[in-house]
């Protein structure tokens, strides 16, 4: 039995997502484009789902479209500078969680605030934010 040819769409279902991100990926340069014959689909080579799955999960853990093409220019054979642009994105991932703590700890406050001030007609929620120098460093 012949294997069908790898169109963009069987690319597109084998790498779990639609045609358009494949378009996408293109225009981006993360995917080559191949020739398109007289008359005919591009096919794609098989090497290609792996790639779009690598992007695909390489964006879920964070990294932007800009970082995966500079880590897929890298590719498997630099793996110390791989390294170091995931121990960048870790450490920008970590003063994002530190931000994010921050935050829900103001809203803590906040709400605590609502909770213990709730009898009277205004609403201390907004108050507090209203404040002069409310968060302000």
Same mark, same amino acid.
């Given at each position: 039995m012949k294997k069908?040819? #790898? +169109? *963009?769409?069987r690319l597109a279902k084998a790498a779990g997502v639609n045609i358009e991100t494949i378009r996408y990926y293109q225009r981006l340069d993360l995917v080559h484009e191949p020739q398109k014959p007289a008359g005919g689909f591009r096919h794609y080579p098989v090497s290609v789902i792996d790639r779009v799955r690598f992007i695909k999960?390489? $964006? $879920? *853990?964070?990294? =932007? &479209?800009k970082?995966?093409? $500079? #880590? &897929?220019? &890298?590719?498997?054979? $630099?793996? +110390?500078? !791989?390294? !170091?642009l995931a121990e960048e994105k870790r450490e920008h991932i970590q003063s994002q969680i530190k931000g994010l703590l921050t935050i829900q700890?103001? #809203?803590?406050e906040l709400i605590d605030c609502c909770r =213990?001030?709730?009898? +009277?007609?205004d609403c201390a929620f907004i108050d507090a934010l209203s404040q002069k120098g409310f968060l302000e460093d």
């Open positions: 069908q040819p #790898l +169109t *963009i769409g999960r390489a $964006q $879920q *853990i964070g990294f =932007s &479209l970082e995966i093409k $500079q #880590l &897929l220019s &890298l590719g498997s054979k $630099q793996c +110390t500078d !791989v390294r !170091v700890s103001v #809203l803590d =213990s001030e709730s009898s +009277t007609d």
